[in-house]
């Protein structure tokens, strides 16, 4: 799961200039997620998405587009469906 919170002034810089809807829907297409959120989080623009990540070198690539043009701070957390609790259990 990741959780990219927006520096304000960035992201109304995105908004005036188009780039942050860009920005957007380039990791949605990248990332396919199972899930997507947008709202405001401890008074910033922050998104949450539910992806499936094959490696955690993934990272950089998810992480630095966001860092760089919106200055948003990141949370990436390994987290389970279901299914995937369930076989994790099985496991025991």
């Known amino acids: 799961m990741l959780r990219a919170q927006m520096d304000t002034q960035l992201g109304n810089e995105g908004i005036k200039s188009g780039s942050l809807p860009k920005a957007m829907q380039?990791?949605?297409?990248?990332?396919?997620?199972?899930?997507?959120?947008?709202?405001?989080?401890?008074?910033?623009r922050t998104c949450t998405l539910v992806f499936d990540m094959q490696d955690s070198s993934q990272i950089p690539s998810i992480a630095e587009p966001l860092f760089q043009s919106l200055g948003a701070k990141i949370e990436i957390v390994p987290v389970m469906n279901l299914d995937d609790l369930q076989k994790g259990l099985a496991a025991l």
């Open 26 to 44: 380039a990791l949605i297409e990248r990332l396919k997620p199972e899930a997507a959120y947008f709202t405001a989080l401890d008074g910033n």
